[in-house]
């Protein structure tokens, strides 16, 4: 094969993929618009480059591509060895693609506070009625009811123990939902993820902090890779951009930019955007009954 130079379009990185020193790799996963690399920054620590299309939300520790680029890189077998250097990446035993990182890198943003209006709780109260009717088109819709049921009510109390900063309880719920197997993954984590950054956010209006989970030894032998990668990154506070858009829309009570939100994020491909639309509204659930309880407990103790 002879050599081939390409050129990322856009590149977002969380600070352990910015660092200078070479770090190796090999070609994790592949699927129709997506290639997964898997890059060691230090022994022992394991982190997921994702290679998208041009256009493509920016995502953590993601890197945009003409799709003649990306096709190329798909083509390659898994496993094929790649050193992740400064400003590029080298594929290949004999280094047949080298993919060159723009100069403009886009560090990738901490979730950070939003400026909520007064009424941001009438709004996570209003939100869920506006979602459009996705209940049989989600990545869990494959499951038996019950099993459905069972993950439904783990993720409700996983939303409830992150509202209330509960660590314990919190990842007792999360390792019951990506512990119980049979596929769930990766629908319930991107449930896992909008949940986790929803209530993030509400805790941060009401004064706290966010809690982690130490997702890093939680999750490993109990989900995939490419579903560890997006909940450790949120365990760290980054997301995607089309979500974090949602969530600020909701909580500025903006509701005329409600469906063109809700749209970006049901575009995600596959049924991802619509299981963090279901995660979401999960979250304001949850946080419509939190809020309300705390009330009365002010009430009783007035």
Not at 27 to 52: C, D, E, M, Q, Y
Not at 122 to 132: G, Q, T, V, W
Not at 230 to 245: F, K, Q, R
């Amino acid at each position: 094969m002879m050599h081939v130079c390409m050129l990322a379009n856009q590149a977002w990185l969380t600070p352990v993929l910015l660092a200078p020193a070479a770090m190796p790799g090999m070609l994790h996963s592949s699927f129709r618009t997506a290639v997964n690399l898997r890059i060691t920054p230090t022994p022992g620590k394991v982190r997921l480059l994702t290679l998208l299309p041009d256009h493509y939300p920016a995502v953590p520790d993601s890197l945009t591509l003409k799709p003649a680029d990306l096709e190329l890189v798909r083509r390659q077998p898994i496993g094929t060895q790649l050193t992740k250097e400064k400003g590029r990446i080298r594929i290949g035993k004999t280094n047949d693609l080298e993919l060159f990182l723009p100069e403009s890198i886009n560090r990738f943003a901490w979730l950070r506070p939003v400026k909520a209006t007064c009424d941001w709780r009438d709004a996570i109260r209003a939100f869920p009625d506006y979602l459009p009717d996705f209940a049989n088109e989600h990545g869990l819709a494959h499951l038996p009811a019950a099993d459905q049921n069972q993950v439904a009510g783990q993720l409700h109390r996983f939303a409830r123990a992150l509202l209330r900063g509960d660590t314990a309880r919190a990842s007792a719920a999360l390792c019951r939902v990506v512990g119980l197997g049979r596929g769930l993954t990766p629908a319930a984590d991107d449930r896992l993820v909008s949940i986790m950054g929803l209530t993030g956010l509400i805790r941060q209006q009401l004064g706290q902090v966010p809690i982690g989970l130490a997702m890093e030894d939680l999750l490993p032998g109990r989900t995939t890779d490419v579903s560890s990668k997006y909940l450790v990154c949120a365990d760290e506070g980054y997301y995607p951009s089309s979500l974090t858009a949602l969530w600020q829309a909701i909580l500025e009570n903006t509701c005329r930019e409600w469906p063109a939100v809700i749209q970006a994020v049901a575009a995600i491909g596959g049924t991802s955007g619509r299981d963090y639309l279901a995660g979401t509204a999960i979250a304001c659930w949850e946080t419509t009954a939190f809020l309300s309880a705390v009330k009365e407990q002010n009430h009783a103790i007035c």
